[in-house]
C-alpha cells in the first residue's frame, strides 16, 4: 500500500518536517560522494550493533564515533528508493504531527524516535555486524503519534490487487494498522535483518513514538519557537477540498467550502472534490470576490440525476475561516 495524501491538513507550514527531508536529501549526495568508500563511510556512520558489543571491533572506533553513530545512521540510505519512499511517508505523516506538538518539541520527538528505534534494533541484534541505515524507525515513531492524534482521518492509499490499481480512501487506524501488523509479522518470521531491513527498529520506533507523543504533550513548547509557530500559520485554506455532500429532495446537494478571510475579500479558486457514494466529481470553483460568512453557492444541474432524468443542483454554503 502506497499513501497518496491524507485529508488532514496542518495549520501552519511544517518547516521542521521540511528541514528534516531536506537534510536527507543533503546526507545522500554525500553519500553518492563517496566513490569506493562508501562502505566504509555506511560502516563508520550507520549503526552496528557489533561495534558496541565485541571489544575487538570497538577498538577500532572512537568515542565520538560509536555516539555520533546513533544520530547519523537516521539521515543515511541505501539507495534512492530507500530514501524516496522514506521521505514520502514522511511527507504524509510528519506535518500534521508537527502541527500538534508544535515545531520544537517535533524535532526533539523525532530526534527520540530515531535514537530509541536504533536502540531497540541494537538490543535485539547486539552482535551484528550489519549497518543499520535510514530514517524508517523515527517516521515509525511519526506514525505511531499520528495513529493516536487521527485514527479517522481518511488515507487516499494506492493498492496493487494482482494486475489492477485501485485508489481507496482507507482510514488511518486500518492503513497505519496495517502498516505495523506487517512489520511485526515480518519481523517475527523472517531473520531480524532480512531483506536490509530492520523490522525491530520499525517497531520499537511505532511504539516509543506513541509513548513519547503522550509525553511531549505535556510539555509547554518554548517561547522563541512559539513565536515561529505564530509566524508559519497558513494564511488560506486548501486549494483542494473534498466536500461530502448531504442529500436534499429532488436530487439536490448540500456542501460546505471554505475560504479564508483573504479569499472572501479578494476572490479565489478551489479545486473541489465531490464525494457522494461511490461517485466522485472534481470541478474547479471560482469563489467572487466580497462574499460573506454564509453565502450559498447554486451551481446548476450538478446534483443527483432523478428516475425522470431531472438532475438536481448542488448547493455550497461558503464558511469564512479567520
Not at 502541527?99 to 535485539?124: A, E, K, N
Amino acid at each position: 500500500m502506497i499513501p497518496i495524501r491524507d485529508t488532514i491538513r496542518s495549520n501552519t507550514y511544517p518547516v521542521v518536517n521540511y528541514a528534516i527531508i531536506a537534510a536527507n536529501m543533503l546526507v545522500f549526495l554525500v553519500e553518492l560522494s563517496q566513490g569506493q568508500k562508501l562502505n566504509e563511510f555506511i560502516y563508520v556512520y550507520g549503526l552496528v550493533p557489533a561495534r558496541y558489543a565485541v571489544p575487538q571491533i570497538s577498538a577500532y572506533f572512537t568515542f565520538g564515533q560509536q555516539i555520533v553513530s546513533f544520530l547519523s545512521f537516521m539521515f543515511l540510505h541505501g539507495g534512492f528508493l530507500h530514501l524516496l519512499g522514506n521521505m514520502w511517508f514522511l511527507y504524509i505523516f510528519g506535518d500534521n504531527v508537527e502541527d500538534r506538538l508544535g515545531h520544537s518539541r517535533y524535532l526533539v520527538f523525532y530526534l527520540l524516535c530515531g535514537l530509541t528505534s536504533g536502540i531497540s534494533h541494537l538490543v535485539i541484534n547486539w552482535y551484528s555486524e550489519i549497518p543499520t541505515i535510514g530514517a524508517s524507525g523515527a517516521i515509525a515513531g511519526v506514525m505511531g503519534a499520528y495513529f493516536l492524534l487521527y485514527p479517522g482521518a481518511k488515507i487516499l492509499t494506492l493498492v496493487p490487487i494482482f494486475i489492477f490499481i485501485q485508489f481507496l480512501e482507507l482510514p488511518a487506524y486500518l492503513f497505519i494498522g496495517v502498516w505495523f501488523l506487517f512489520q511485526f509479522l515480518s519481523a517475527t518470521s523472517a531473520s531480524a535483518h532480512a531483506g536490509g531491513i530492520a523490522w525491530w527498529a520499525h517497531i520499537g520506533g511505532f511504539i516509543f513514538g506513541m509513548i513519547f507523543l503522550k509525553l511531549f504533550q505535556l510539555l509547554p513548547d518554548a517561547g522563541s519557537w512559539s513565536k515561529l509557530q505564530r509566524l508559519t500559520e497558513r494564511r488560506s485554506t486548501p486549494r483542494l477540498q473534498v466536500i461530502r455532500p448531504v442529500r436534499g429532495e429532488d436530487g439536490n446537494l448540500y456542501g460546505v467550502v471554505s475560504v479564508a478571510e483573504h479569499e472572501a475579500v479578494f476572490g479565489a479558486r478551489k479545486l473541489v472534490n465531490i464525494a457522494h457514494g461511490f461517485k466522485k466529481k472534481t470541478f474547479l470553483l471560482t469563489i467572487p470576490p466580497g462574499i460573506s460568512d454564509g453565502t450559498v453557492l447554486r451551481l446548476k444541474e450538478m446534483g443527483l440525476q432523478m428516475a425522470d432524468g431531472v438532475r438536481g443542483d448542488l448547493y455550497l454554503k461558503v464558511q469564512v475561516r479567520g
